[in-house]
């Protein structure tokens, strides 16, 4: 098994999207060079859109997840890629963390 298969990779990698990435969104516009770890930045709502496609495509994400990662992307997709990060999308996004997270650590 490689090591992007695993369980813990897995977990680690969304453990690291919820926990280690500030929820605060800052005055000032976040640019790709900055390197404040803030959800208000595209690059998280990307790593959870990557990560949450490479997880379930290997079978680990459960039903509940699924529909709330679903429900995250056609929201990403349709609505916030073009404006602003709002406390309510980070908030989204965290609840979709969360739940993976739980498919993961009940899968170990």
């Excluded at 290997?58 to 709330?68: D, H, N």
């Excluded at 602003?84 to 993976?100: F, H, M």
């Amino acid at each position: 098994m490689e090591e992007t298969e695993s369980v813990d990779y897995w977990l680690q990698k969304m453990k690291s999207l919820r926990y280690d990435w500030k929820d605060e969104i800052p005055v000032r516009i976040l640019h790709s060079d900055s390197r404040i770890k803030s959800k208000a930045r595209k690059g998280w709502f990307v790593g959870i859109r990557a990560n949450g496609e490479e997880i379930n495509n290997l079978g680990l994400m459960g039903k509940a997840s699924f529909q709330l990662y679903g429900e995250y992307l056609e929201h990403y997709e349709t609505e916030w890629i073009h404006r602003n990060t709002k406390p309510e999308d980070i908030e989204q996004g965290n609840r979709v963390l969360d739940s993976i997270i739980q498919d993961l650590e009940l899968a170990k």
